[in-house]
């Protein structure tokens, strides 16, 4: 795939319209929702085979306890099964899943269907997968900074501020996908996002497939990522 393609260490995926893509269907939006799924695994296998090191998720919102309850109690059951059955396995295959949020909130069987995975899944070194679940960027930069107070540090750097993250440790995304046209980052990795190239696709994320896919690697490969150094012209 990659010719001559610039292929991201971590790319993130903001997936968004799900349940217009059912209601455009005609389907109740926990459809939209188990496609989302689908399309999720899809991309986990291309950025496998491109040569990503890591790919992130934002799968729940901490703003996203608004929604129906009937709705989130569907998510939440969605999640269990990808994690009993297609984590389980993405593990056996070497994967590091991580995930990033306050899982604390979560209904008990998932999280103890996620912490299964975690134990599991520690000692793999091939591809990050990372999933954020009741996650909020902001809720993110807070918890860090209280991890560095309990410390008693009365004077803190950004290496120390990035350490605490939830992916600290990790590379920054250097690129972060929107679905469904929306052009903002709700509230997602803004910490990470600093230097992040930003790709915004009109296509709902149930659809996203390899053409897709193909299609934000060939726009990444065009971007100057200068970090705000100037361009050399030899």
């Not at 990503?52 to 309850?69: C, D, G, H, I, L």
């Not at 918890?143 to 992916?167: F, K, P, W």
């Not at 910490?191 to 897709?212: L, S, T, V």
């Amino acid at each position: 795939m990659q010719g001559e393609l610039k292929i991201p260490r971590h790319i993130a995926f903001i997936m968004d319209g799900n349940g217009r893509w059912a209601k455009k269907r005609l389907l109740p939006r926990k459809a939209g929702h188990r496609e989302g799924v689908v399309a999720l695994k899809r991309m986990i296998e291309e950025c496998e085979k491109a040569g990503v090191e890591m790919v992130t998720f934002y799968a729940f919102s901490t703003e996203n306890w608004k929604r129906p309850q009937d709705e989130i109690d569907a998510l939440f059951k969605m999640v269990k099964e990808f994690a009993d059955k297609h984590l389980a396995e993405y593990v056996k295959r070497g994967y590091r899943i991580m995930f990033m949020g306050d899982l604390t909130k979560l209904p008990k069987e998932t999280v103890d269907a996620l912490r299964k995975i975690l134990s599991e899944a520690k000692d793999n070194t091939g591809m990050i997968v990372n999933i954020a679940l009741n996650y909020g960027g902001r809720d993110e930069i807070l918890h860090a900074v209280n991890r560095i107070l309990d410390t008693g540090v009365r004077e803190v750097d950004m290496q120390t501020l990035s350490d605490c993250m939830y992916t600290g440790g990790l590379p920054d995304p250097d690129v972060i996908v929107r679905s469904s046209g929306e052009k903002r980052l709700s509230n997602f990795m803004l910490w990470q996002a600093a230097y992040a190239e930003f790709i915004f696709i009109d296509d709902y994320w149930p659809d996203f497939d390899a053409k897709i896919f193909r299609q934000i690697l060939e726009e990444y490969s065009q971007r100057d990522r200068r970090y705000g150094n100037v361009r050399r012209i030899n």
